[in-house]
């Protein structure tokens, strides 16, 4: 493991989850097994997807030009969310599958010239996350976990405070994934 990962790595995101439910830290991932700690790190990881598809300065490229290639316009594998930008902005284009759709034509299929600028959210690895952004993910993940795990109201009080702390110290950040959420993303139809 890279020693210049900067805030939590992944084993302290796991150990959080396993600590909000009075479990053990454990030493190492068992990243694919059976045990709790899997289980953890794969809350984790679906937590660290919801994060990144919300589009945080960290994981988004923006007015990525893209050019259809036999009439579709695919975009890269990692991508979580779109959204038109730049000369596109004033399209509904949207996900489906990993091709863009013209929502507003009602086809996937685009001119063999045509090129679309889009804002791409895309998954970064939870240790490629901002500092913050772990923070919230990682308290995110132990809510879940715990909430999974043993479903009890007054441990799911106590780590929503948490997160609403940690939310609470990174305004910036979580006020410009908001916003992106509310004045980017609100054309019906996208991911």
Request: glycine share 6%.
């Amino acid at each position: 493991m890279p020693s210049n990962i900067l805030g939590q790595t992944k084993l302290d995101a796991v150990n959080a989850c396993l600590l909000a439910i009075n479990e053990y830290r454990v030493t190492a991932l068992n990243t694919g097994g059976t045990s709790i700690q899997a289980d953890a790190e794969r809350v984790v990881d679906e937590s660290t997807r919801y994060f990144c598809a919300i589009g945080y300065p960290c994981n988004t490229r923006n007015c990525v030009a893209i050019s259809a290639t036999l009439g579709v316009i695919q975009v890269p594998a990692a991508t979580l969310r779109i959204r038109p930008a730049g000369a596109s902005a004033y399209r509904n284009l949207v996900l489906r599958g990993d091709t863009v759709y013209d929502a507003d034509q009602g086809t996937g299929t685009f001119g063999s010239t045509e090129t679309v600028f889009l804002d791409i959210a895309e998954l970064l690895s939870f240790e490629n996350c901002d500092p913050m952004l772990k923070e919230e993910i990682s308290q995110h993940a132990a809510q879940r976990f715990a909430r999974r795990r043993i479903g009890s109201q007054v441990t799911d009080t106590f780590l929503s405070q948490e997160l609403q702390i940690t939310d609470s110290v990174n305004p910036k950040q979580t006020k410009f994934a908001i916003n992106r959420i509310e004045n980017n993303f609100d054309k019906p139809n996208t991911l």
